[in-house]
């Protein structure tokens, strides 16, 4: 299992922006919305009119699991851990761990929590008022 | 350019009208948690039982079709060498998972109805459980980055991630989940080829430790080394032939509004409570001059149990947030008004990645099911896939 991650031409800013501890999601200026993840064409208009965007990266729970034990070879995370669909307040969804995994319930607000592994930051999420 | 010196040979033969697909036949290998057998050798066994059931010869095959995950399996063309098949005018390798299975079916239907081909075998085939395990391999794609390096990398995990948003929503929960794995069960019971054949009770199930949120180990498929296959051939064909016709009836394929990147990632799927079969119910029954209601039994997908609960609503064969009252309540007993996933499913009889959900439906509609034979038989519904895009399937007898 690839316990980093590989960018890509589309996705190499977000990666980059983490490093910085900064969420970049891409916006289509004609469109004027936001998304992810990076795409080389406006998911609604098909347009190559984007730019990216950093955004605070603050949102709410959609949904999350909890894992138990470790499912992969060579898991990149010892269990316990939670993993959320986070959606972000412009309307962008993003995969991240819930930190404590305790914490996580549908519907909690949560910010960023950036945690910098050997080159490359991972952008997780913790409860917003903790 | 004047066409009328061709050869007559080339010259193809112009179809009747409201030509009609059917199943004429199922081939299975034994189930194994390591086969110690190639998966050629798998696929090779199950391509020609099938023929076999249906009693017709390889050299009147002219098309084969499978799926494959990470090229865990075999081609087309290494099946037609095995079987002797003399020409193919139809070779579908197609790099999907268990939204295949219906599609492939719907597929060569229009291709048999369109004249294209005449007799095409559906396979899957895999040593899922000794090589290749599919619920725990990295899939290619660009959306992968996004999800392995968190240790969110586990199909599993994925369809967990839906499962959770659709019970909070519906207002369901872990006693709706235990009734799909319970009455599976009780079905497995009476299938020999089934690999999980114990009994469980519902303290026996909520005994079980979770593995993800909200599945314990029996909420999830049991992964297996095997094959199986269909033929499908005309209507008219198939009723020359040794097993009473399957006939299909209506088909279709979906995937939903952004279907996302690779087969794993849901970044931008906007409901995780809703899956292809909401997208593909109109379609699907309107196609077979039907309604829900009209449906006698089904075999819906199950990779995880939460599966057939939302394919169950999302086919809109029980209403919206009832269906884990539905199974809880027995109606999707032998006894009960929608007979459902009567091999005891993916989550009993094993992993063969929704060909065996086909197959049972198959056996079911043909009344050779034994002692777990559903009493009403001649409308089945069937589905394959768990997430964005998937497809189905309604059989009937014939008529």
Same mark, same amino acid.
């Given at each position: 299992m690839a316990n980093r991650p590989v960018p890509d031409v589309q996705s190499a800013s977000f990666w980059e922006?983490?490093?910085?501890?900064?969420?970049?999601?891409?916006?289509?200026?004609?469109?004027?919305?936001?998304?992810?993840?990076?795409?080389?064409?406006?998911?609604?208009c098909g347009g190559r009119n984007l730019v990216d965007r950093v955004v605070p990266g603050r949102g709410r729970v959609y949904s999350w699991v909890r894992v138990h034990r470790a499912l992969s070879d060579e898991p990149a995370v010892q269990p316990p851990y939670a993993v959320g669909t986070i959606e972000l307040d412009d309307g962008c969804r993003m995969f991240g761990r819930i930190e404590p995994h305790e914490a996580a319930a549908i519907g909690l607000e949560v910010t960023p929590r950036f945690i910098d592994h050997d080159g490359w930051t991972e952008l997780a999420f913790q409860p917003s008022s903790s | 350019m004047d066409r009328t010196c061709l050869p007559t040979e080339l010259v193809v033969k112009k179809r009747e009208e409201n030509v009609t697909a059917a199943i004429a036949g199922v081939g299975y290998t034994p189930l194994y948690k390591e086969s110690n057998r190639s998966v050629l050798d798998l696929a090779a066994e199950a391509c020609a039982g099938a023929l076999e059931d249906a009693g017709m010869a390889a050299s009147e095959v002219d098309g084969i079709a499978s799926f494959m995950v990470m090229h865990d399996s075999v081609p087309c063309q290494a099946v037609a060498?095995?079987? +002797?098949?003399?020409?193919?005018?139809?070779?579908?390798?197609?790099?999907?998972? +268990?939204?295949?299975?219906?599609?492939?079916?719907?597929?060569?239907?229009?291709?048999?109805?369109?004249?294209?081909?005449?007799?095409?075998?559906i396979f899957r085939a895999m040593n899922g459980r000794s090589a290749n395990r599919v619920g725990t391999m990295e899939f290619a794609g660009m959306g992968g980055q996004f999800r392995y390096p968190i240790g969110y990398d586990a199909y599993l995990m994925y369809v967990a991630m839906w499962g959770q948003r659709f019970l909070y929503e519906t207002g369901q929960g872990e006693l709706d989940l235990a009734g799909v794995v319970l009455n599976q069960r009780q079905y497995a019971v009476e299938?020999? !080829?089934?690999?999980?054949?114990?009994?469980?009770?519902?303290?026996?199930?909520?005994?079980?430790?979770?593995?993800?949120?909200?599945?314990?180990?029996?909420?999830?498929?049991?992964?297996?080394?095997?094959?199986?296959?269909?033929?499908?051939?005309?209507?008219?064909?198939?009723?020359?032939? !040794? !097993?009473?016709?399957?006939?299909?009836?209506?088909?279709?394929? !979906?995937?939903?509004?952004?279907?996302?990147?690779?087969?794993?990632?849901?970044?931008?799927?906007?409901?995780?409570?809703?899956?292809?079969?909401?997208?593909?119910?109109?379609d699907? @029954?309107?196609?077979?001059?039907?309604?829900?209601?009209?449906?006698?039994?089904?075999?819906?997908?199950?990779? @995880?149990?939460?599966?057939?609960?939302?394919? #169950?609503?999302?086919? +809109?064969?029980?209403?919206?947030?009832?269906?884990?009252?539905?199974?809880?309540? +027995?109606?999707?007993?032998?006894?009960?008004?929608?007979?459902?996933?009567t091999h005891g499913g993916l989550l009993s009889e094993g992993y063969l990645h929704g060909m065996n959900t086909v197959t049972e439906a198959v056996l079911q509609v043909q009344g050779r099911a034994g002692t777990r034979q559903s009493p009403r038989h001649e409308i089945c519904a069937?589905?394959?896939?768990?997430?964005?895009?998937?497809?189905? #399937?309604? #059989?009937?007898?014939?008529?």
């Open positions: 922006g983490l490093t910085n501890h900064e969420v970049i999601v891409e916006r289509c200026n004609d469109c004027a919305i936001d998304f992810f993840p990076h795409l080389p064409t406006c998911p609604r | 060498t095995s079987l +002797g098949v003399p020409e193919l005018s139809i070779a579908l390798d197609i790099d999907l998972g +268990g939204q295949a299975p219906c599609y492939l079916v719907w597929l060569a239907a229009n291709l048999i109805n369109a004249g294209a081909v005449n007799s095409v075998l299938n020999e !080829r089934a690999v999980r054949r114990r009994p469980l009770d519902l303290d026996g199930y909520l005994a079980e430790p979770m593995v993800v949120d909200p599945y314990r180990a029996d909420d999830c498929t049991v992964e297996v080394d095997g094959a199986c296959a269909v033929l499908v051939t005309s209507l008219e064909r198939a009723r020359d032939l !040794r !097993r009473p016709p399957v006939v299909v009836a209506s088909g279709a394929y !979906r995937a939903g509004s952004r279907p996302g990147l690779d087969i794993g990632d849901h970044l931008m799927w906007a409901d995780y409570t809703r899956n292809y079969t909401s997208v593909l119910a109109k699907l @029954f309107g196609r077979a001059g039907i309604t829900p209601g009209d449906v006698e039994m089904a075999e819906i997908y199950d990779c @995880f149990s939460s599966t057939v609960l939302i394919g #169950l609503e999302g086919l +809109g064969l029980v209403e919206r947030g009832q269906s884990g009252a539905f199974v809880r309540e +027995g109606n999707t007993r032998l006894d009960g008004a929608l007979p459902t996933n069937v589905t394959s896939g768990a997430m964005m895009d998937g497809s189905a #399937l309604v #059989l009937t007898a014939d008529r």
